[in-house]
């Protein structure tokens, strides 16, 4: 069922308090996806009518984030638009003006309680008693010449109830008795949340609200002041919450251990990881929405056509890392050769403190890619897989040289299987990996040793490790002179083995 077939205009409008998190970009993706799928604008929109809370650092956190997941926007804070600015603390003047209007109309008040006297209410768990609500101009000038500040409350309705109409969730009432004079205009002449939120929604001709269910209880208010402004309500979709991948509690909006594992939902740990934007887009999009019941993975153009915000599931959802570690190895395995060194060269390069750039270029890392391409589901899982073609012989070490005897060999056998594979390397032509393969099968029937027990010395020898990338291709990526000093300081290992233990 399609909610709209006219290009919608909706906003992303986040507050720049803290890192940006996994539930604030996947309403981010929905906004931009039903933009982009019904040929409508995706605004950014920057709420920062909490100054005290306000992080510059922030702001640039979450515009890095939505670009690293590709949501381009239509209008913003840095690229501007028919409706600049774009940031709510460069629209003061503005807000005033709204506010004032509600009391010139009688739908909004100035009130001049304290905080004290707002503290002595909540110390008896009262809520505000709307006490101002009727004040004459007399009992104004009063309190001003004490050197009171105002603030702009809204006049709600004492009586009767509000419904609003959600996409997905359908009718939520309230009854208005439960609203008690928000605030709309602090005493500094910076709106609240909800003035604000309405105001520019107007302004910006914003046709549907996506946000979090967090949000459910303002939606009533908000449907008022559009009411008490005499605008049209946009369509309020109120998007289910994400639990953590336990799925026994809403997400943190801190790092968490779950199951043994750290969780954290900041997008910015995704970012440098090791996971694809691709597979957190595809990930993020299965987070409340399902393209369809057979397949989890589908393109960006696929889910724009597919996207409609009906189809929505109010049911809150779980996060389960494990999907999105699985979802981002099959991305890894789509890449190209090309594509996937140049995702890797900047993990790779960090953890060994090489150039990116140069390595990016470097034949080493070029044909081990496709080697390790199939092993890894994390971008930062490579560099354990690559890290000894990096190095020099002398830095090839074997702490535990029993890992140079192959299964149900001596050391003495595994010295001897070698020497005798030196002796095949040196000597190859072509020194390729068929070739070689073909060279070390021969050897197994002729010393009568399983191919897997006869080849463990050379993986340890050439690598350092018992798990890493194909053995024959592996002794390509380093050559044949750095293979056979590899393998004489193996040899060299296991003599000291040999003469430790006579």
Not at 397 to 407: E, N
Request: aromatic share 10%; net charge negative.
């Amino acid at each position: 069922m399609a909610t709209s077939t006219s290009p919608a205009r909706v906003r992303f409008a986040p507050s720049p308090t803290g890192f940006l998190h996994l539930g604030g970009l996947r309403t981010a993706l929905f906004d931009w996806l039903y933009a982009r799928h019904t040929g409508g604008q995706f605004i950014l929109r920057i709420e920062d009518t909490d100054q005290k809370r306000y992080n510059p650092e922030s702001l640039a956190d979450l515009m890095r984030s939505l670009r690293w997941l590709g949501l381009e926007w239509d209008e913003g804070p840095d690229i501007g638009g028919p409706h600049a600015p774009y940031i709510q603390s460069e629209r003061r003047a503005l807000y005033r003006q709204y506010a004032e209007w509600l009391v010139a109309h009688g739908k909004a008040y100035f009130c001049y309680t304290t905080e004290a006297e707002l503290e002595e209410l909540r110390a008896k768990g009262l809520p505000y008693d709307r006490r101002h609500r009727h004040l004459t101009p007399a009992q104004r000038t009063a309190f001003e010449a004490e050197g009171r500040t105002a603030v702009i409350r809204f006049a709600a309705p004492l009586s009767g109830t509000t419904t609003v109409h959600d996409a997905i969730r359908g009718d939520i009432t309230v009854e208005n008795a439960t609203i008690v004079d928000p605030v709309l205009l602090k005493s500094d002449g910076l709106p609240t949340y909800h003035l604000a939120v309405v105001v520019d929604d107007h302004l910006m001709e914003i046709t549907h609200v996506l946000r979090g269910e967090e949000w459910i209880p303002s939606a009533p208010l908000h449907q008022l002041l559009f009411e008490a402004f005499e605008w049209p309500a946009p369509v309020f979709v109120h998007l289910p919450v994400i639990l953590d991948p336990s799925g026994k509690g809403k997400m943190s909006k801190r790092k968490t251990v779950v199951d043994g594992r750290e969780f954290s939902p900041y997008v910015r740990d995704y970012m440098t990881g090791g996971y694809l934007p691709d597979a957190m887009f595809n990930f993020l999009a299965n987070m409340g929405w399902s393209f369809d019941a057979e397949r989890e993975i589908f393109t960006r153009e696929e889910a724009i056509v597919r996207f409609d915000v009906a189809d929505i599931s109010p049911k809150a959802t779980a996060l389960p890392f494990t999907k999105l570690e699985w979802m981002n190895g099959v991305y890894i395995r789509q890449m190209t050769t090309e594509q996937l060194t140049d995702a890797l060269a900047p993990y790779v390069a960090a953890d060994l403190g090489l150039d990116a750039g140069e390595l990016r270029h470097d034949r080493r890392l070029i044909e081990l890619t496709p080697l390790v391409q199939e092993r890894i589901k994390l971008l930062t899982e490579a560099t354990a897989l690559v890290d000894w073609a990096f190095v020099s012989s002398a830095q090839i070490t074997y702490p535990d040289p029993t890992q140079l005897i192959g299964k149900k060999l001596t050391a003495a056998e595994s010295l001897a299987v070698l020497e005798a594979g030196a002796r095949i390397i040196q000597s190859i032509e072509p020194f390729a990996p068929p070739a070689l393969e073909a060279a070390f099968r021969a050897l197994s029937e002729t010393m009568q040793i399983k191919v897997g027990s006869l080849l463990t010395p050379f993986r340890v020898a050439i690598t350092g490790k018992t798990v890493a990338p194909p053995l024959f291709e592996s002794m390509h990526v380093l050559g044949r002179e750095e293979t056979l000093a590899r393998i004489a300081n193996a040899s060299e290992a296991l003599r000291a083995l040999m003469a430790a233990t006579a």
